[in-house]
Nanobody
Framework: EVQLGESGGGLVQAGESLRLSCAAS????????IGWFRQAPGLEREGVSS????????AYADSVKDRFTISLDSTKKAVTLQMNNLKREDTAVYYC?????????????????????WGRGTQVTVSS
């Protein structure tokens, strides 16, 4: 059974940092890429960042470039999202997802429809 578990969410003030972690079981990160998405109340789910262990490629939404960094953690079994200089507009539930390394994923790494498995999410709240 595939399971994805997010951790690291919380309440911080604007300008502070958080690190989210996505632990995956039941699948291999050699076969699946990991994406981070977020959804704020009343808004559509948005692709934030993605990571492929195969070649280390990453992708970022324009809204988080230069502030967020996605990477494989030291255990090689989880993907982290380091979020720096957080803004109020970063407030959302953050989800990690796993998608097969196929042509669809390579073309649209931040599109939710190319991901097959999803975690339950972790809340990130940024206060001003």
């Amino acid at each position: 059974e595939v399971q994805l578990g997010e951790s690291g969410g919380g309440l911080v003030q604007a300008g502070e940092s958080l690190r989210l972690s996505c632990a995956a079981s039941g699948l291999s990160l050699d076969d699946y890429a990991i994406g981070w998405f977020r959804q704020a109340p009343g808004l559509e789910r948005e692709g934030v960042s993605s990571f492929s262990k195969r070649d280390g490629s990453t992708a970022y939404a324009d809204s988080v470039k230069d502030r967020f960094t996605i990477s494989l953690d030291s255990t090689k079994k989880a993907v982290t999202l380091q979020m720096n200089n957080l803004k109020r507009e970063d407030t959302a539930v953050y989800y990690c997802a796993a998608g097969r390394h196929d042509s669809n994923w390579w073309l649209r790494p931040l599109s939710d429809y190319v991901y097959q498995y999803w975690g339950r999410g972790t809340q990130v709240t940024v206060s001003s």
